[in-house]
C-alpha cells in the first residue's frame, strides 16, 4: 500500500484545520449553555449569605387559623427607620389576620429578589439576551447580554437588567425600578425606592451543596404551606443552580446586604398559573366562596 | 521544499465539500427575536374563508359581522351582543382587558412576541401581561389533555415554516377568538404556520383596521429586513359551519420589550391616552383597625 506523501498530508491537515475552526470559534463565542433548563425551590423566603449583613430574618412561624406566617425580625440592622415600620405594619396586620397586600396576592410583577419567591423558574438562552420566566402568573424578566443601560431609561416593574459570562456565573445587573402600588424586595414587605439596585450571580454548584442550601433554608424560613404545582427531581444527582444576589437602596437600607436562593432540578411539569383567576387559599387549603350564576344574565 | 500538487489541494476541498452540511439539509428557520405590530385585527388570507369583519364603520367600535355565514346561530348571538354593548360607547369585557390569558389566535394581537426556538420546545412570549406559550417540537398531543388557557401546542418545521397545532383550549367565560369576542368550544383547533417573508411596500396599517400610533406604535420603521407572518386556520364545529384563516405580519420590534402590566394599565390605546384614574398623593395601607 501506497503511504500518503507528505505534501498530501499536508493538504488533508489544512482540511482538517479548517473543518476544526469554525467549531473553536463557536466554543469561544458560545455562552455557558448549562444554566438553561428548568429550576425549582421549597420555600419562599431567602437565604442567608455565607458572611456579611443578610435578608431580613423571621423570628418564626406563627400559626393562625389553619394557616401561618412567618415574624420578621423588624429591628433588623440593615433596616433603616421607614423600611422597619414598612416591616412592622406587615408583622401587624399579619397577627390580626389580615393579609398583607403583596405583588404576589395582588397579580403585580415581582421585582428581584423578591422574585426568588416563585418556586419554579426557567433559564432560557436566547441571542444576545437570557430569559428568566416565572411560574407564577407568566412572569418574564429579560436580560441584555454584553449591553449597557440606557442613560435614560423608563422605569419599570422588573427594572432593566443586563447580564455577562464571568468566571463561570452569569452576573445580571439591574436597575430602573419603578415603585408601583406595592414595592418589596423579600416576603416581610422590606420596602425598595428608585434608587434599587440588585446584583445576582447565577452559578451551577454541586449537589451536595444545594441539597444543603435547601435544607437550611427550610430551617430558617419553615417550610412552604403549597408547592404552587412545582416540585424538585428527587431522583436527580446533577448540579444545583444558586443565585447569590446584592441588594443596595440608600433610602431604605442601612448598608447593602447579600443572600442567596438556591435551586435544584425541577420534577414537575411546567404549568400555567394564572393570577386573575386563582381563588384557592393557600394558606387555608380551600377554595375562597366566590359568586356563581347558573347561567349568564347577558 | 516540495511544491504542493494541485491534487492534494483538490484531496482537501474534498474532504471539506464531505463534511459541509447539504444546503438547506436539516436547516431551522431563523424566527427568533423580537416582533412587533400596531394593530390587533387579522387581515383576510390569500385563499378561502377569512375572518370576521368590523361591520360599524368605526375601527374604534368593535362590532363583527353577526350576519356572516360561518357563525352557528349561538356563536353569532354572542356576537351581536358585544357589538350591541360596543355601539352604546362602552367596552364589551374580554379576555384581554380582564387580564385573564389569551388563546391563539387572539393571543397574535398583542403587540408584542418574542420567539425563542430551543432544541425541544418554541417559547412564545406577549408583551401584554406577560404571557408565554410553550410548543413542544416533534411530540404528540396527550392522549388526554386536561383544558387550559393556551391550549396544548405542539410543533414541527416543514422547510422554511414551523407549523404549530392547538388542542385543548379551555372554554372559560370571557373566551374569545377576536377583537369581537367571537366565541369558541373545547373543539377549538388552531393551526398557526409562521415563517419569514420579504416586506411588503411600505403602507401603514389602514385605519380601517386599526392602527396604532406614536409611543404606542411598536414596529422598527428603519428595519427593511424579512418579517415574519402568521397564517392561521381555525376549525371549531361547535362554533362555526366552517374552517376559517386568518394572516398575521410582525415587523422587527424596535426598542427594549414592552412591558404592559395589566393589573394596572390605564392606557387607552384607541384614543392614544391615559384613562383619569383617582390617584393618591402617598400610599397609605389599611391599618386593618
Request: glycine share 10%; hydrophobic share 40%; aromatic share 8%.
Amino acid at each position: 500500500m501506497r503511504s500518503m506523501s507528505p505534501a498530501c498530508l499536508r493538504g488533508c491537515l489544512v482540511a482538517l484545520a479548517l473543518l476544526a475552526w469554525p467549531v473553536q470559534a463557536a466554543d469561544r463565542a458560545a455562552p455557558v449553555l448549562e444554566f438553561s433548563g428548568t429550576w425549582a425551590r421549597t420555600t419562599f423566603g431567602l437565604e442567608q449569605p455565607a458572611s456579611g449583613p443578610g435578608p431580613v430574618r423571621t423570628l418564626g412561624l406563627r400559626g393562625e387559623g389553619g394557616g401561618n406566617f412567618n415574624v420578621a425580625d423588624e429591628n433588623s440592622p440593615i433596616l433603616k427607620p421607614a423600611a422597619a415600620a414598612a416591616v412592622k405594619m406587615r408583622n401587624d396586620m399579619e397577627r390580626a389576620g389580615t393579609d398583607y397586600p403583596t405583588a404576589s396576592n395582588l397579580c403585580l410583577p415581582m421585582a428581584a429578589p423578591y422574585i426568588f419567591r416563585v418556586q419554579q423558574m426557567q433559564l432560557l438562552q436566547g441571542k444576545g439576551e437570557i430569559l428568566l420566566l416565572y411560574m407564577q402568573d407568566h412572569q418574564i424578566r429579560h436580560v441584555r447580554l454584553n449591553s449597557s443601560h440606557p442613560a435614560k431609561g423608563t422605569p419599570s416593574w422588573y427594572g432593566d437588567s443586563v447580564g455577562h459570562f464571568e468566571a463561570g456565573a452569569l452576573v445580571v445587573d439591574t436597575i430602573g425600578f419603578k415603585v408601583g402600588r406595592v414595592a418589596q424586595v423579600d416576603v416581610f414587605g422590606s420596602p425598595y425606592s428608585t434608587a434599587l439596585h440588585v446584583v445576582e450571580r447565577y452559578r451551577l454548584i454541586d449537589y451536595e451543596a444545594a441539597r444543603a442550601a435547601q435544607e437550611r433554608n427550610v430551617r430558617e424560613n419553615g417550610p412552604v404551606a403549597t408547592e404552587q404545582a412545582a416540585a424538585i427531581d428527587p431522583s436527580y444527582r446533577g448540579k444545583g443552580l444558586q443565585v447569590e444576589f446584592t441588594v443596595e437602596d440608600s433610602n431604605y437600607f442601612t448598608m447593602p446586604w447579600s443572600g442567596t436562593a438556591t435551586y435544584r432540578r425541577a420534577g414537575a411539569e411546567w404549568v400555567e398559573n394564572v393570577c386573575a383567576e386563582n381563588i384557592h387559599e393557600y394558606y387555608a387549603g380551600r377554595d375562597t366562596a366566590v359568586p356563581q350564576a347558573d347561567r349568564p344574565d347577558f | 521544499m516540495p511544491k504542493l500538487h494541485i491534487a492534494n489541494f483538490s484531496f482537501a476541498a474534498a474532504l471539506l465539500l464531505a463534511a459541509m452540511p447539504a444546503a438547506g439539509a436539516n436547516a431551522i428557520p431563523d424566527l427568533s427575536g423580537v416582533w412587533g405590530r400596531n394593530t390587533i385585527d387579522y387581515t383576510a388570507p390569500d385563499s378561502g374563508k377569512g375572518p370576521l369583519k368590523n361591520i360599524s364603520g368605526s375601527r374604534t367600535v368593535m362590532v363583527g359581522d353577526y350576519n356572516d355565514q360561518m357563525l352557528k346561530p349561538w356563536a353569532a348571538a354572542i356576537v351581536k351582543r358585544n357589538g350591541e354593548i360596543a355601539r352604546t360607547g362602552e367596552a364589551f369585557p374580554t379576555a384581554h382587558n380582564q387580564c385573564w390569558p389569551e388563546p391563539p389566535p387572539y393571543i397574535l394581537g398583542n403587540q408584542e412576541l418574542q420567539v425563542l426556538q430551543g432544541k425541544d420546545h418554541i417559547s412564545l412570549m406577549y408583551s401584554h401581561g406577560s404571557q408565554h406559550r410553550t410548543v413542544r417540537l416533534n411530540a404528540n398531543h396527550p392522549a388526554k389533555i386536561t383544558p387550559s388557557w393556551y391550549g396544548d401546542s405542539i410543533g414541527h418545521y416543514e422547510g422554511d415554516t414551523l407549523v404549530v397545532d392547538t388542542v385543548g383550549v379551555a372554554v372559560a367565560p370571557l373566551s374569545s377568538l377576536d377583537r369581537y369576542g367571537t366565541p369558541h368550544t373545547e373543539a377549538l383547533h388552531v393551526i398557526e404556520r409562521y415563517r419569514m417573508v420579504e416586506q411588503e411596500p411600505a403602507k401603514t396599517e389602514p385605519r380601517a383596521t386599526g392602527g396604532f400610533r406614536g409611543e404606542d406604535d411598536a414596529i422598527d420603521r428603519s428595519y427593511k429586513g424579512k418579517v415574519l407572518r402568521v397564517d392561521f386556520t381555525v376549525e371549531d364545529p361547535g362554533a362555526f359551519t366552517m374552517p376559517w384563516s386568518g394572516v398575521v405580519v410582525y415587523s422587527r420590534a424596535k426598542g427594549i420589550f414592552i412591558e404592559d402590566v395589566c393589573a394596572e394599565n390605564i392606557h387607552d390605546y384607541v384614543t392614544g391616552k391615559d384613562a383619569a384614574v383617582p390617584t393618591a398623593k402617598s400610599t397609605r395601607i389599611s391599618d386593618g383597625g
